[in-house]
């Protein structure tokens, strides 16, 4: 599918990606659910996500602490509080950082909790889209935070690019796990 550029195709990729993520989850074997993600022996996979995330509730939480992100984001610049989109703490250049923190948050929160967060995530960060018309959400500058780009390429970055490399990150260990079996 490619890059959504209005609202709707937004809101559509949002849920399909969203949707296409859970059914690849639940499809998952025990295999696949008991082995933790080793990314180690493939050397194109060499950003720090493919060492940090070691199983599926780890990437749930790393979907939900992003569109934690977006909502603040959303929700303070829309009330007249200016705020960067990344905490203070945090650039773009040090958010590997970041998703360790969030990382470490999280390690005592169970999978199914994870799913539910995300569950609930995905649909307000989905009702913070649909609060938008597509100029608020497509036009450069029509959401000043935003600097020079568009609000709706944060949110397509927050969600169906993001389940898309999710799905991605999910599949690559099955095939791990396949490889590692023989089949």
């Not at 999978?111 to 497509?138: C, P, T």
């Not at 959401?143 to 898309?164: I, K, M, N, Q, W």
């Amino acid at each position: 599918m490619p890059r959504p550029r209005n609202r709707e195709d937004l809101l559509k990729a949002a849920d399909e990606n969203y949707e296409k993520m859970n059914q690849l989850i639940d499809s998952l074997s025990e295999t696949e659910w008991n082995t933790p993600f080793d990314f180690s022996k493939d050397e194109k996979k060499k950003e720090a996500h493919w060492k940090r995330d070691k199983n599926v509730r780890d990437v749930l939480v790393h979907l939900y602490e992003w569109h934690q992100l977006m909502i603040r984001f959303v929700d303070e610049n829309s009330s007249g509080n200016h705020m960067p989109f990344l905490p203070k703490l945090y650039t773009w250049r040090t958010i590997a950082s970041m998703n360790q923190m969030f990382w470490k948050k999280h390690q005592g929160t169970s999978l199914e909790e994870a799913r539910r967060l995300l569950g609930g995530s995905h649909a307000e960060v989905l009702k913070r889209i649909r609060s938008f018309s597509n100029e608020g959400l497509f036009l450069i500058k029509a959401f000043p935070a935003v600097g020079g780009t568009t609000l709706g390429s944060y949110f397509v970055s927050s969600t169906s690019s993001h389940y898309d490399w999710a799905i991605k990150k999910i599949k690559a260990h099955q095939k791990n796990c396949r490889n590692m079996q023989g089949k």
